[in-house]
């Protein structure tokens, strides 16, 4: 009698499918959004465990040019291209954009391969589209995700991504006065205006670096769009080679995913729960919610995916994305990003 089994056992799978295709769930995590172009084991992450120490779950790059010397406009200073990426005090391009930085901000702290703050999220904590936009959030929230972070509440839907291991593990070598100290520096920075939104079916042809950051490849060649959200540095030179902290992103959208956002956004849409009704109107959030406004779009989508599979536990936002599909995704993100 193995054949009903098999038939309920099919029977089962076939309901439960189209239960996912009609409250509409993201079926993988969409390479796109986590800074991937290929399904498969390559670029292989490195092993990172809850030991690991945190650079060691890093994907290593070859080492920047020692004799390479870069000037940024308005910068008093220059750096050579080795200076700007060291891991352990990065260039500090414009010091007059912020308060002193707290030493784990600008340093690290070398022994315990826990690299600089200010290296991935800019000394301002502008961040980039493959880690976080930090300045403005409140300090409670961001005490909140590093204490996430460290019990395993907060890890990414891919396992792939170096850079959120990395991540976790820095949050699990800090101590509670570096906690602290981080949540009151970066909160007490105001949000400079960072992401163009631009609805397209076509965009410039990219590759993905080393973290996930999609950069315009060299002689102008284009491709389509489709379902995805493709966000590029301004400048790309600026951001890849010099880590300026004053230069912003443009989010490339599918067309309709602005009005179809707003709808989303302001309404809920039949589908979720209004986001102004918990981050406002302005989508500034307010204590523990944070502001979602003009931040990276790949980033607001890769969490609202996290917070869907269940990798990134948020008890207040666990009932506004069970029932969101990727083309909901990529039209919140690009409304929220584009405010
Ligand atoms: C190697 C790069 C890297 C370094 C260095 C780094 N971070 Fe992060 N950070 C990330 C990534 C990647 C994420 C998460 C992105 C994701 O989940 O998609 C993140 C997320 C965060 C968040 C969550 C933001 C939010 O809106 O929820 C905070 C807070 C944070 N980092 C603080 C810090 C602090 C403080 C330091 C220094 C002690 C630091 N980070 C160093 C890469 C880095
Ligand atoms: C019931 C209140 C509530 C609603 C409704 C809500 N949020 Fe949230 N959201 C929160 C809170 C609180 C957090 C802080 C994280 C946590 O509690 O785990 C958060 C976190 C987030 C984050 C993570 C931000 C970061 O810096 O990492 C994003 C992105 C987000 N919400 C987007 C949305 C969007 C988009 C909507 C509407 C579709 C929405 N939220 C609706 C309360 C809400």
Same mark, same amino acid.
Request: charged fraction near 20%.
């Given at each position: 009698?193995?054949?009903?089994?098999?038939?309920?056992?099919?029977?089962?799978?076939?309901?439960?499918?189209?239960?996912?295709?009609?409250?509409?769930?993201?079926?993988?995590?969409?390479?796109?959004?986590?800074?991937?172009?290929?399904?498969?084991?390559?670029?292989?992450?490195?092993?990172?465990?809850?030991? %690991?120490?945190?650079?060691?779950?890093?994907?290593?790059?070859?080492?920047?040019?020692?004799? +390479?010397?870069?000037?940024?406009?308005?910068?008093?200073?220059?750096?050579?291209?080795?200076?700007?990426?060291?891991?352990?005090?990065?260039?500090?391009?414009?010091?007059?954009?912020?308060?002193?930085?707290?030493?784990?901000?600008?340093?690290?702290?070398? %022994?315990?391969?826990?690299?600089?703050?200010?290296?991935?999220?800019?000394?301002?904590?502008?961040?980039?589209?493959?880690?976080?936009?930090?300045?403005?959030?409140?300090?409670?929230?961001?005490?909140?995700?590093?204490?996430?972070?460290? %019990?395993?509440?907060?890890?990414?839907?891919?396992?792939?991504?170096?850079?959120?291991?990395?991540? #976790?593990? #820095?949050?699990?070598?800090?101590?509670?006065?570096?906690?602290?100290? +981080?949540?009151?520096?970066?909160?007490?920075?105001?949000? !400079?205006?960072?992401?163009?939104?631009?609805?397209?079916?076509?965009?410039?042809?990219?590759?993905?670096?080393?973290?996930?950051?999609?950069?315009?490849?060299?002689?102008?060649?284009?491709?389509?769009?489709?379902?995805?959200?493709?966000?590029?540095?301004?400048?790309?030179?600026?951001?890849?080679?010099?880590?300026?902290?004053?230069?912003?992103?443009?989010?490339?959208?599918?067309?309709?995913?602005?009005?179809?956002?707003?709808?989303?956004?302001?309404?809920?849409?039949?589908?979720?729960?209004?986001?102004?009704?918990?981050?406002?109107?302005?989508?500034?959030?307010?204590? #523990?919610?944070?502001?979602?406004?003009?931040?990276?779009?790949?980033?607001?989508? !890769?969490?609202?995916?996290?917070?869907?599979?269940?990798? !990134?536990?948020?008890?207040?936002?666990?009932?506004?994305?069970?029932?969101?599909?990727?083309?909901?995704? #990529?039209?919140?993100?690009?409304?929220?990003?584009?405010?």
């Amino acid at each position: 009698m193995k054949k009903p089994a098999t038939l309920l056992t099919l029977g089962c799978i076939l309901l439960w499918t189209a239960a996912a295709v009609v409250t509409g769930q993201v079926s993988n995590p969409p390479l796109w959004a986590y800074g991937f172009t290929a399904e498969g084991p390559e670029p292989a992450a490195p092993p990172c465990t809850e030991t %690991s120490k945190p650079q060691d779950c890093a994907r290593a790059g070859s080492p920047r040019p020692k004799d +390479v010397v870069h000037t940024l406009p308005d910068a008093a200073r220059t750096f050579t291209e080795y200076e700007i990426h060291n891991g352990y005090g990065p260039a500090d391009w414009y010091p007059g954009d912020h308060p002193p930085m707290p030493d784990i901000v600008a340093h690290g702290r070398e %022994s315990d391969k826990l690299r600089a703050c200010a290296l991935c999220h800019l000394p301002n904590g502008q961040g980039k589209p493959e880690n976080a936009p930090v300045a403005g959030l409140s300090a409670a929230y961001i005490v909140q995700q590093l204490q996430a972070f460290k %019990s395993g509440l907060r890890q990414s839907a891919e396992p792939r991504k170096a850079n959120t291991n990395e991540m #976790i593990q #820095i949050a699990r070598h800090m101590t509670d006065a570096e906690i602290k100290e +981080v949540a009151a520096y970066f909160s007490s920075m105001t949000w !400079r205006p960072w992401i163009k939104v631009v609805e397209t079916e076509t965009v410039p042809k990219t590759r993905p670096d080393l973290n996930g950051l999609f950069i315009p490849e060299p002689g102008g060649a284009t491709e389509p769009l489709g379902k995805r959200i493709i966000e590029v540095p301004e400048n790309p030179e600026f951001t890849e080679k010099m880590r300026s902290p004053r230069s912003g992103f443009i989010a490339y959208v599918p067309p309709g995913s602005l009005k179809r956002g707003e709808e989303l956004v302001t309404k809920g849409g039949g589908k979720t729960t209004a986001c102004v009704l918990c981050h406002g109107p302005e989508l500034q959030g307010a204590g #523990i919610t944070p502001p979602i406004a003009d931040r990276h779009a790949s980033y607001i989508a !890769r969490q609202l995916v996290d917070m869907q599979f269940g990798t !990134r536990e948020s008890p207040m936002m666990k009932s506004v994305v069970p029932r969101l599909n990727e083309d909901d995704i #990529i039209a919140i993100a690009a409304y929220v990003a584009s405010k």
